[in-house]
Every structure is written in structure tokens, then in C-alpha cells.
């Protein structure tokens, strides 16, 4: 504006100069009148006040609602019991009873180990037991008549005694042989390996024919009990008492989302809370129980877990994009009746997936400006162009964590 006035006077200085040259050189009077008129005319335009034009804006309302407080994290499934199954005698691998993969029930006979060196083992311990045994029968009947000529007094005490610890020494010599022979039966037993458990079987590391040795490595084949099945996952540690507090007062729910499944999530209890804090990343592990009925969940697997503490009754809820962070703290631009827009500090307690619940600062039933506040300032003018409507709360909106911390999301 100060441009074009200068701009204006300097015209107005030029013109007033050609006027006066004019009139020396002895032009009509008719075109000094026009130069003249020209000159009024112009020193007495003005410039048009500025327009304030009105700004197109989305906005959304207000809304009062009930909201879980949830803790997101990613979490991995893992089997609800595993076993490595390995033989625990040397001998050769004769049967192998299922197929990889296979599902199988507690018992169910797996492998089979050759057992007839064992079979001679528990004969040869039978047979000596059986010497054993009438060595010490005869050894206690020699033993008794002794007692018989030491009171007549036809034996010393000496003998008496070397005859009786011979027939305590056979005595123990068949309690020894009972040992070996229940030694050998139970090797025998070895030789059929059965499932421990319910489970689905994983792939056969060692085929039949081949020799294997007791407690040797690789394992057999591995079996994952998955029904039920854990969802282990890490939180913050300032999150500790509170869960903790909520637990306290009972199971708390866990939903585990599979990605790209549109089935839903699976539901679950909270079952265990690590007794250690990592020091190292600052969290605490947290276990689900899944009874996983129909096998959704698979050990291994990466999945989605909100592990929900509580419901907040009538919280004021906004999406997240109408909060704007100023020098004073955040703010959002309120759209008054009269279609301008104020400035209103909030607080917000937590936001989570487009939604924000703010603590202080807004009422139900209010309109704030979620889009279009760049070209904003107190008093605008404002034209709402479209409305949006904020996500559902049965979504995570009450999360626990801050959506936007890198750590509050496990990563």
C-alpha cells in the first residue's frame, strides 16, 4: 500500500510539471484544463480497503462417549508347551509312527528303537538274580543253623558271625540283581517313544535306519502344543502399576489382530506378568492365554495385540488432526455460531488412531476445525466445507500409549 501511494504522488508531481511547461509554451487553455482535470482526477483516487474473504475449513463435532484404555504393542505367538523329543538310549532307529505335520495325542506311540540287545541285558540280569537268590537261601539256612550249635556251644562266636555276614552279603547281592533286572525292563521301555503331550509335530530331523545315542543332538522332531497358544509382547515400564492395578481386580481381555485377516481378532485373558523389568530396553514382557479353537494363531507369528485395562466413561473425544501445538501449549480453532473460529487451549490425555481424548478445554456438541487452519486466526471467517466423523471408539482411541512415540508402540 505505502508502495503505490509514493507511486501515486510521484505521477501526481509529473503531471503537475507538465501542466505548468504547458502553460509557458502557450498551449490552449482548453488542454491545460484537460491536463488539470486529469491531475484532480487522479490525486483524489484512493486505494479499496482490503476484503477479508472467508476460508473453507472441515470440521467435526464434539462427541461424548464411553472409551477403552488399551495398551497396543506387537507381539509374537508362541507355542503353549514345546517338546523336543529326543531317545534316551544308543541303538538303532527301527519305527517311525506319524508324518511330519501330523497332529498327535498324548501317548501316541512315535518312534521305535531296536530292543533286542536290551532284551538279552534284562535275561543276562535275570539269570544272575536267579544264582543270587539260591545262594542266599542256602546262605541263610547254613546261617540259622549256626545260631543253633553257637547256643550249644559247638561253634565259636567267630564262625557264628562270619556265616551270618555271608548271608547278608548274598542277601544284598539279589536286592542289587531285582535293580538291574527293573534297570533293563525300564531300558526296554526307552525303546518305544510316546507323545508327551497334544500337539502338532514339526519336521522328522532323523529318518529310520539310522543310529542314534541318548541325549545326542539334533532331536528327533519338536512338538508345539497350539490349543491353547500364548501372545507374548513387551510394554513400557511406566505402564507397570497400572496394569498391574487393573489386574489385580481381574482377567483383562486381550484381542490379537492377524494382519491381512478380515476375520477379526481373537479374544484372550492376560496370564502372566515377567517378574523383571529389562533393563536394557526399559520394558516388562506380558503374556496372553489363547484357547485358539480354531488354530488362528500360530507359534512364530507376528501379530497385533490391545490389551485393554479399563472403560473411560464419557470422555470427550476429537480427531487428532484438530490439535494444533503453539508457543502456549495445544491448541484448537473452535467454529463459533456466527461461523468465525476462536482459539482454545486443550488438554489431551492420550490419541491413538485419528482420535484424541481431551481432558479439559472442549464441551460436547462444539465444532472444531480439523483441516484448513494454516490460513486461520482468531476471528476468521469461516465456511465448513465437509464434516468429518470420528472413527468408532471400539477401536484402540483409548490407548494407553502415545501413538506417536516410536517405543510406546514396542518398536
Not at 93 to 117: H, I, M, S, W, Y
Not at 215 to 224: A, C, Q, R, Y
Not at 242 to 253: N, Q, W
Not at 393 to 400: F, L, Q, R, Y
Request: with cysteine.
Amino acid at each position: 500500500m505505502v508502495i503505490n501511494k509514493i507511486i501515486a504522488i510521484a505521477e501526481h508531481r509529473n503531471m503537475a510539471t507538465m501542466l505548468d511547461k504547458t502553460l509557458r509554451r502557450g498551449a490552449p487553455a482548453i488542454l491545460a484544463c484537460g491536463v488539470l482535470a486529469l491531475l484532480t482526477s487522479c490525486s483524489g483516487t484512493k486505494a479499496a480497503p482490503p476484503s477479508n474473504p472467508t476460508v473453507p475449513v472441515m470440521a467435526a463435532e464434539v462427541e461424548q462417549k464411553d472409551v477403552p484404555l488399551q495398551v497396543k504393542a506387537i507381539g509374537s505367538v508362541e507355542a503353549y508347551s514345546n517338546v523336543s523329543i529326543k531317545t534316551q538310549i544308543t541303538g538303532e532307529l527301527t519305527g517311525v509312527f506319524f508324518k511330519e505335520g501330523d497332529d498327535v495325542k498324548k501317548g501316541q506311540l512315535l518312534f521305535t528303537l531296536d530292543k533286542r540287545p536290551l532284551e538279552a541285558d534284562m535275561k543276562r540280569a535275570e539269570g544272575m538274580l536267579a544264582k543270587d537268590q539260591a545262594q542266599a537261601a542256602n546262605a541263610q539256612a547254613q546261617a540259622r543253623r549256626y545260631e543253633a550249635l553257637l547256643a550249644s556251644g559247638v561253634v565259636s562266636r567267630e564262625e557264628h558271625d562270619q556265616i551270618r555276614s555271608n548271608a547278608d552279603a548274598l542277601d544284598a547281592a539279589v536286592r542289587a540283581d531285582k535293580a538291574a533286572v527293573e534297570n533293563a525292563r525300564v531300558q526296554i521301555q526307552y525303546c518305544s517313544i510316546y507323545s508327551p503331550i497334544n500337539g502338532r509335530t514339526g519336521p522328522l530331523m532323523i529318518h529310520r535306519g539310522n543310529m542314534i545315542k541318548a541325549n545326542d543332538t539334533p532331536f528327533l522332531v519338536s512338538i508345539n502344543q497350539v490349543q491353547p497358544v500364548y501372545a507374548t509382547f513387551t510394554v513400557p515400564e511406566q505402564y507397570l502399576n497400572e496394569i498391574k492395578r487393573y489386574a489385580s481386580g481381574g482377567k483383562l481381555p486381550i484381542k490379537a489382530y492377524i494382519p491381512n485377516d478380515t476375520r477379526g481378532p481373537s479374544i484372550g485373558q492376560l496370564s502372566f506378568i515377567d517378574n523383571t523389568v529389562d533393563q536394557a530396553t526399559g520394558t516388562i514382557k506380558i503374556k496372553g492365554q489363547f484357547a485358539n479353537p480354531d488354530r488362528r494363531l500360530w507359534p512364530g507369528q507376528f501379530v497385533d495385540v490391545v490389551l485393554t485395562l479399563a472403560n473411560q466413561p464419557k470422555a470427550i473425544v476429537i480427531p487428532s488432526q484438530a490439535i494444533q501445538n503453539g508457543q502456549q501449549g495445544q491448541f484448537v480453532f473452535v467454529v463459533k455460531p456466527d461461523m468465525t473460529v476462536e482459539t482454545r487451549p486443550v488438554i489431551v490425555s492420550r490419541s491413538s488412531d485419528g482420535q484424541a481424548v481431551v481432558d479439559k478445554g472442549l464441551a460436547p456438541g462444539e465444532r472444531v476445525v480439523t483441516d484448513g487452519q494454516l490460513r486461520l486466526v482468531p476471528g476468521a471467517k469461516v465456511e465448513v466445507k465437509q464434516a468429518v466423523v470420528p472413527p468408532s471408539a471400539t477401536g484402540s482411541t483409548g490407548t494407553a500409549q502415545n501413538s506417536q512415540s516410536p517405543r510406546a508402540r514396542g518398536e
